[in-house]
């Protein structure tokens, strides 16, 4: 195995770098230990969540009981890997960005005719991977909720998750500490391409041999956590080719060799073909509903971090009095995070009178946001969604997001979806430039950091004739230009790499 935290992409580590790496990977071998020498068996079965939205089989590791995602009532786990279309998606569950990035990336793959694997390192729980995984994953949740406290945020959170994740130093650690989680792909088809949706499977698949591997790359402001060299890396913007390309910033003032150009690709966005194929219509609906004045509907976007529950919560209460107008409706996704919708009842008791709830049942969460597309069936109310499972739960907003007029979130991985959008207050610094990118492109608002401003928003959205109607128009401009074609570019150069060897 190369050594790839000593140099990166032509950058020497300083060796007290390289040491503090090495003390990184050590300290978990003690902890979780060193399973490098494992001979771990690999197992394929339908995902029975999103397998027939998606085409999704998962890839299951190890002791089939120690499998977040197996599913023992179903006992179909002979099958074999596709070895012409199959095409691996790598990721981890750390919010629900990756997962959701995962789910266009699968999207694509079956739109495009592959067969797309799932493979989520954070789901075997015997291994020392998703040990470590689920370890590191734990200390960024609590430093999300510790992020409400204003002083933490501004010395500690987000110079961070700024300038500490930038380093090239960073990646050096990752990759030590990514050496680890390599024994997951042991016994993985080495022909078979992987898309990692963070960096983590990249590195791990690089490490393990994987012969073609593309990390795609979720943040537009360049940092070196997000590097795996040995991999192609694919970015969504253009205004952050530039920064990733020269490495800069990634040891402060020193001028850095850049990464190779075959290394960086531009795709575009990474939207589900769901998405993209109905994006004309999905606009000119929205239009249609403003030019007809029926009520706005907003989609919130709720985590469980609980560390922006306080402008939801004012969002919803600033509603209510046009919601029993007629004027407005919302749908209100909390994820799995039913304490969420809880303490929101709890805080708003008028929202129980307004609200009809849509909870763990797969089949009437897709019909809602199937008949919800119906120009004839006028929407009202408050209509709150919760599903236990992080499929559902992370893919009921994709559904929900085509009928939606504004979709209301933190400017993260749903800044680049193709959907007129509100930017609440950041969770990360990295964050505010998915923001500024999409203000650029016309698709969205300025992140709005303080409740008067998003209120404000609201506002606007309500009672000004053009906020929504420009931002659909330059969706579909957008779409001409191909901006939301990532996730089929990214497929294509997966696949293309098998197909040059």
Known sequence: MKDRAKNIFGNEIKKSAYKKAVKSKKKFIRKFGDDSNCNYPVTLQKNPYIGDSLNVTNVLVGNLNQNVHYNAGDAQTNLEFD??????????????????????????AKAMGYQPYWMDLNSYSQTTCTKVIAAQNELYSLGSRLSKNPLFNKFVWEPVNYEGFRALTYNAADQKNAELMAPVFANVPKDIPVIGTHVWPAQAAVHAGMKYVVNAIPDNWPMALHFSEGSVHTIQCHNAYMGYRICNGMAKKQVLSPMPSDSLVYTGHYIDHELVSN???????????????KPMRFLLTIGGAGAQKEIFAAIIRYLIPFIKDGKAALYVNVGDYKNVWDALMAEIPEMKALSKEHFDCWEETAAFAQTALDPQNEITGIHGFWHKNIFEAVYA?????????????????????????????????????????????GDGTLECRDIPHTLQMIDLFMNSDDLLVSMCENIKKNNEMGIYNGAYKVVELAMGLKEEH
């Open 83 to 108: 070895h012409q279309k199959g095409i691996i998606v790598g990721n981890i569950r750390m919010g629900f960005g990756h997962y959701r990035i995962s789910m266009a990336m699968a999207s694509a």
């Open 279 to 293: 994006l004309v219509s999905d606009c000119d609906a929205r239009i249609a509903r403003k030019e007809n004045q």
């Open 397 to 441: 907003t994709n559904l929900l997001m085509r009928s939606a007029d504004v979709l209301v979130t933190k400017p993260s991985e749903l800044a680049f979806y193709p959907v007129p959008k509100l930017f609440i207050k950041r969770v990360g610094k990295h964050e505010m430039w998915g923001a500024i990118h999409s203000a650029e492109i």
